[in-house]
Structure formats: structure tokens, C-alpha cells
């Protein structure tokens, strides 16, 4: 059974189109993430999810919104894709309440987005 | 403010030797410091976690790291390379006494290991 999952695994698209990953966990987690990692392998947390409410919003430009329907999904949309968006975006969770926990994470398989 | 560095990108060693990945930190408070391996076109896999207690710290695959507060640092140690260890190592560290911030990573040391 995989414990983070995430769809889709690739995204190729253009330049000014909308779209949105999605990420499942099954491990009964109450915190969610998600990380962008460049090409440099450089990775950044974006935003975090206790239980469904936001609680780190890192500077990410207002065209990407995340949303949590319960605390086993968090996904990520984004609007008017640029090209300075292609990356690989990686979504995690971790059981305790709070990103400030000694909890480690546990990271899904990445979704490759290119933007064209 | 925290962070982490990592000051080699890249490491090669031949099998069956020692390896050590090196990582320094810096953080206002007491730190909680982890070490994850990512291996091709994959997530990230935790290996192990310092948060109190014995200096030295085990974790996964035979990996160690020991966390040394004069120095700043908490390096990740094997003592005998696989080939299947070669993969990217992220450092990471978060200050406790700073709240409800988030975990910030190293960029990362590729290591190699030589059959």
C-alpha cells in the first residue's frame, strides 16, 4: 500500500493553463506538505496543513492555492502556469499536530510538472 | 532564522570503505536535526533524527550520525559503502524554540559509491 500517494506523476502543459495535483495519505497523519524542488535539487517548503487548516504559507505567489477537503488529502492548484514553475512538487505528511514537531515526514513519489 | 549547510555537493567513495556526509547547522534554540536519501526519480525516504538524548544517533541501512553541539554539526556516517547507498542526502533541521516553523533543508550532497 503506498502511504503518500500523488497524481498525476507527470504534468506537461503551457504557458497561462490551470491545473492540479493531487495527494492522498494513508497513514491517519494530521499534517500535510508540500515542497517544490528545483532543478538544482534545491528543495522549499511551499505550505503545510494541520487538520485541514493552514498553518505555514510560505512566499508563494497567490496563483497556487492549496486546498484541504479532510486531513487525508491536501492538492495543490495552480493558476496561470509560468515557466518558472517547472519543477518536481513533492507532497508529505507527518503525525503530529504542527509543523513545529519532532515527527519525521514521510514524502510522496513527486509530481514532474514542465511547463512549456 | 534556521539553516542548514551542506558544504559538498557531491562525494565518492569506493565500496566497502567508510563514508561521511558532512552538514553544519544553525538554529537560536536547541535543534531537532534529520537526515533523509533520495534515490532517482523518487521522494524522499527518512534515515534518521537527532531530538534529545545519546549523541549518537542510528537509523536506517546501517546509517549513523553523531550530533556534536560545539561544532554545529551532524554528520551522516556508514562504516562500509554499498553501491545501492550511492543516491542524494538532505540535512535538515528545525529549531524547536522557534515556534510553528517549518523544517528547512540542506540543498543536498550526491554521494557515489564505487564498486
Known amino acids: 500500500d503506498t502511504a503518500v500517494s500523488q497524481t498525476p506523476k507527470y504534468l506537461v502543459t503551457q504557458m497561462g493553463n490551470d491545473k492540479s495535483i493531487k495527494c492522498e495519505q494513508n497513514?491517519?497523519?494530521?499534517?500535510m506538505y508540500w515542497y517544490k524542488q528545483d532543478s538544482k535539487k534545491f528543495l522549499k517548503i511551499m505550505f503545510s496543513y494541520n487538520n485541514k487548516e493552514l498553518i505555514i504559507n510560505e512566499t508563494v505567489p497567490n496563483r497556487f492555492s492549496p486546498k484541504s477537503p479532510d486531513k487525508a488529502h491536501l492538492n495543490l492548484h495552480i493558476n496561470s502556469l509560468e515557466l518558472g514553475d517547472s519543477a518536481v512538487y513533492f507532497c508529505?505528511?507527518?503525525?503530529?499536530?504542527?509543523?513545529?514537531?519532532?515527527?519525521?515526514?514521510?514524502f510522496g513519489p513527486g509530481t514532474r510538472l514542465t511547463v512549456l | 532564522a534556521q539553516s542548514v549547510a551542506q558544504p559538498e555537493d557531491q562525494v565518492n567513495v569506493a565500496e566497502g570503505n567508510p563514508l561521511t556526509v558532512k552538514c553544519t547547522y544553525s538554529v537560536s534554540g536547541n535543534p531537532y536535526l534529520f537526515w533523509y536519501v533520495q534515490y532517482p526519480n523518487r521522494g524522499l525516504q527518512f534515515l534518521l533524527k537527532y531530538i534529545t538524548g545519546d549523541n549518537l544517533v542510528k537509523g536506517s541501512y546501517g546509517f549513523e550520525a553523531e550530533f556534536n553541539k560545539s561544532q554545529t554539526s551532524f554528520h551522516l556516517k556508514k562504516p562500509s559503502a554499498l553501491v545501492s547507498d550511492s543516491a542524494l542526502y538532505f540535512c535538515a533541521v528545525r529549531d524547536l524554540n522557534s515556534g510553528n516553523t517549518p523544517l528547512v533543508f540542506g540543498k543536498g550532497t550526491r554521494l557515489s559509491v564505487i564498486a
Open positions: 497513514l491517519g497523519h494530521d499534517t
Open positions: 508529505a505528511s507527518s503525525p503530529a499536530s504542527g509543523a513545529s514537531s519532532y515527527n519525521e515526514q514521510f
